[in-house]
C-alpha cells in the first residue's frame, strides 16, 4: 500500500498535469489547429483533457510500478503507453484527425514530463 506522502504526491502531480495538459491543448487546438468554440466546445475540450490524464495517470503512479520494477521499462512503456491511450481518447472525443490526435498527445505528455521533472528539480 503507498504511503500518505505517495498518494499527496499522487494528487500533486495531477492537478500539475491537468493545469499543464489542458493549457497545451486548449493553445493548440484553438492557436495552431484554429478550431472555433463553434466547432468544439469548452468543454469538449475540458472532458478530453480531464478524462485523459484523469485515466492514465493512476494507471501510471498505481498499477504500472507494481508491474514493473525497471525504472527504464517502467518509463519507456508507461510514457508510451500513456501517449497512445490518450492519442485514442482525443481521437475519439475531439473527433480529430489520427494525426492531429498523436501530435496532440505527443506535445501535452512531452511538455507535462518535463515540467514534472522540473518541478521535482525545484522541489527537492
Same mark, same amino acid.
Given at each position: ?6 498518494? %499527496?504526491?499522487?494528487?500533486? @502531480?495531477?492537478? /500539475? +498535469? $491537468?493545469?499543464?495538459?489542458?493549457? #497545451? &491543448?486548449?493553445?493548440? !487546438? ?16 475540458? %472532458?478530453?483533457?480531464?478524462? @485523459?490524464?484523469? /485515466? +492514465? $495517470?493512476?494507471?501510471?503512479?498505481? #498499477? &504500472?510500478?507494481?508491474? !514493473? ?24 472525443? /475531439? ?30
Amino acid at each position: 500500500m503507498p504511503s500518505e506522502a505517495y498518494f %499527496l504526491e499522487f494528487f500533486r @502531480a495531477l492537478f /500539475l +498535469t $491537468l493545469l499543464a495538459e489542458t493549457t #497545451i &491543448l486548449f493553445l493548440i !487546438i484553438r492557436s495552431s489547429f484554429k478550431i472555433p468554440a463553434t466547432k468544439l466546445s469548452t468543454q469538449k475540450l475540458l %472532458l478530453a483533457s480531464c478524462v @485523459a490524464s484523469g /485515466l +492514465t $495517470l493512476p494507471c501510471l503512479w498505481f #498499477i &504500472l510500478p507494481a508491474l !514493473i520494477h525497471d525504472y527504464t521499462v517502467f518509463l519507456t512503456i508507461g510514457e508510451l503507453s500513456v501517449f497512445l491511450v490518450e492519442a485514442v481518447i482525443y481521437f475519439f472525443v /475531439l473527433r480529430v484527425s489520427p494525426k492531429k490526435a498523436l501530435f496532440l498527445s505527443f506535445t501535452c505528455n512531452l511538455i507535462s514530463f518535463l515540467l514534472g521533472l522540473l518541478m521535482q528539480n525545484l522541489l527537492h
